[in-house]
């Protein structure tokens, strides 16, 4: 699992690509994302201006890659579509440097970036014979685009014996759907995935990140397993990401980190018990 997902895209076509214009413009834009990547290790603060050094550099690097030199138009035998997820990787990087720095995310067992995420189990053996020789467990996930996960390791004995199976799931307690933008199809797919996710870790919250929202206004998300939706540029696609916004996705996942999910003592004092 790597925290470069943009990065890890980009080597990977370097690698494969045969079209000797494509690999003029890979090489281009690894230059540019190296200075992209390097600027952001470099700021290690949470406040709102090293949140918004970022939403800048983020700014610039997007208006550098949406060029249209780089985007694989009608008649053209160069550049890259959609589907190579070179464009819409960038936001699943930055998900990477906008929350790295959070104190408590720090030194400690984390995991970054695309996964598997788990949400339920059940146990499936074909007849008895079966059962009795293995667990049995099936394990459900579901991809995210960006999560902020946990690695567990589930253990089940095999039969009586002292033989054990192990399974490797990876439980979020963030995830993140990154979107160039987000549709009514999109959207009913992700509040599909939000409630499968929370089944699995109800702790875990679940967010859009989306550059803009074209979901009809008749469909209300508040009603969803959604927590929130980040609409990163309010109007026009050619519109900058607004540091305001990203400032507000940053505090919600801070807020979350460091509050405590499980403490009903506490809610009992305050008064409110949800």
């Not at 439980?171 to 993140?176: G, L, M, Y």
């Not at 607004?242 to 460091?258: A, C, G, R, T």
Request: aromatic share 12%; glycine share 4%.
């Amino acid at each position: 699992m790597s925290n470069f997902i943009h990065g890890d895209n980009l080597e990977h076509k370097i690698r494969v690509e045969k079209q000797s214009q494509n690999k003029k413009l890979l090489d281009e834009i690894k230059t540019k994302y190296r200075k992209w990547k390097e600027d952001n290790l470099m700021i290690t603060g949470t406040t709102r201006k090293d949140i918004k050094k970022k939403v800048k550099l983020l700014n610039n690097y997007k208006t550098f890659i949406d060029q249209q030199k780089f985007k694989k138009e009608s008649g053209r035998k160069y550049g890259f579509t959609s589907q190579s997820q070179l464009h819409s990787s960038v936001t699943e990087e930055f998900m990477y440097y906008l929350f790295k720095d959070i104190g408590k995310l720090t030194n400690k067992h984390i995991y970054w970036g695309r996964t598997q995420a788990y949400t339920n189990l059940f146990f499936a053996p074909p007849n008895i014979d079966a059962f009795e020789d293995s667990s049995n467990i099936v394990i459900n996930v579901k991809n995210q685009d960006f999560s902020i996960s946990k690695e567990v390791i589930l253990k089940s004995r095999v039969s009586n014996n002292e033989i054990w199976q192990e399974r490797k799931i990876y439980v979020p307690i963030v995830s993140i759907e990154c979107k160039t933008y987000l549709d009514k199809t999109m959207y009913e797919g992700s509040a599909s995935t939000a409630e499968k996710i929370k089944k699995g870790n109800p702790y875990c919250i679940f967010l859009i990140v989306t550059e803009t929202y074209e979901v009809s206004l008749d469909v209300d998300p508040k009603y969803s397993s959604i927590d929130q939706i980040y609409v990163l540029k309010r109007e026009r696609r050619k519109n900058p990401i607004y540091e305001d916004v990203v400032y507000d996705l940053f505090k919600f996942v801070e807020s979350h980190i460091n509050s405590d999910w499980y403490n009903v003592k506490e809610r009992i004092k305050r008064g409110k018990m949800i």
